[in-house]
């Protein structure tokens, strides 16, 4: 019998050198990992200085999370501004929320970055800011909507720790898998309207341009903790309170909120604000 023979490896269609690595669901363009490196911190490049990301002198914090996309997000950072001499003061922030046995070891990461990278790292901790730790929410409430404690807490505790890093801007390593993330997960949970707005969010920014004449809503500021909000307490403050008043579940869900609950508990919570909410902009925290 005849050997049937082994198709030849591809070569990257950049360098015409050396094999393929990968093919590019942007481009679909088959290309080795070297010439991978080098587009991909080119376009970067491109996007910052097409887009006047940054200003030389520009305090920019870093949202290091420890996973991989905000550790390729720290090395680019750091290596373009050496490159090409952006002359931004970088610094790695990191939120611990305190759960056991996740958070410790990927800070154990972002603790290499910074000694690799030279980048000097603040944490800011649900503890330190809240009170509460993560695994004592979950005890707490359980496993159905601590996501919710959770994201709305570290979207908060990013913005505490770059107020107190005293930075210009914040960047994150979200990116479009993130997104398709989200579509999915919403349409497994039955909620095909989200994805969609989502979907229609995405195609309109892809010609997104802001009018010079028009002017910007005034975002608001939460009355309790001085944070960005568009109510009168952020959602922070009103789970934050939740917690505190041993009504977890206050603040979850749209049926249900901290003006509802104050309202049907009056005689328990007497001397208690109202809460009754108040727009004031257009984000929603």
């Not at 030389?56 to 997000?73: C, F, H, N, Q, Y």
């Not at 010079?212 to 001085?226: A, D, L, V």
């Amino acid at each position: 019998m005849e050997k049937t023979a082994k198709p030849k490896s591809r070569l990257c269609t950049l360098c015409n050198d050396k094999r393929a690595a990968l093919k590019r669901p942007k481009t679909l363009e088959q290309i080795c990992r070297e010439c991978f490196y080098t587009v991909f911190e080119d376009e970067i490049h491109r996007v910052i200085v097409d887009n006047q990301l940054f200003k030389p002198g520009e305090r920019i914090a870093i949202g290091a999370s420890g996973g991989k996309d905000s550790t390729v997000l720290a090395y680019v950072m750091s290596e373009l501004n050496r490159r090409h001499n952006y002359g931004l003061d970088l610094f790695l922030l990191s939120v611990d929320e305190g759960i056991t046995g996740y958070r410790d070891d990927s800070l154990e990461t972002v603790k290499r970055n910074e000694i690799q990278y030279g980048l000097p790292l603040k944490v800011v901790s649900y503890s330190e800011l809240y009170g509460w730790t993560m695994d004592e929410i979950v005890k707490l409430i359980g496993l159905k909507n601590n996501c919710t404690f959770c994201g709305v807490f570290r979207r908060q505790a990013l913005d505490r720790g770059a107020a107190l890093l005293k930075v210009d801007k914040l960047v994150t390593g979200h990116n479009a898998d993130d997104i398709a993330e989200t579509v999915l997960l919403n349409i497994l949970r039955g909620d095909i309207a989200r994805p969609r707005a989502i979907l229609d969010i995405i195609k309109s920014g892809e010609d997104f341009r802001i009018s010079t004449s028009t002017k910007m809503p005034e975002q608001g500021i939460c009355e309790r903790c001085g944070y960005i909000s568009s109510q009168k307490w952020c959602k922070a403050c009103v789970l934050l309170e939740g917690l505190n008043r041993g009504l977890p579940k206050l603040g979850i869900g749209r049926s249900r909120g901290i003006n509802s609950e104050h309202n049907t508990n009056t005689k328990q919570a007497n001397g208690t604000q109202s809460l009754q909410s108040r727009q004031v902009g257009s984000l929603d925290f």
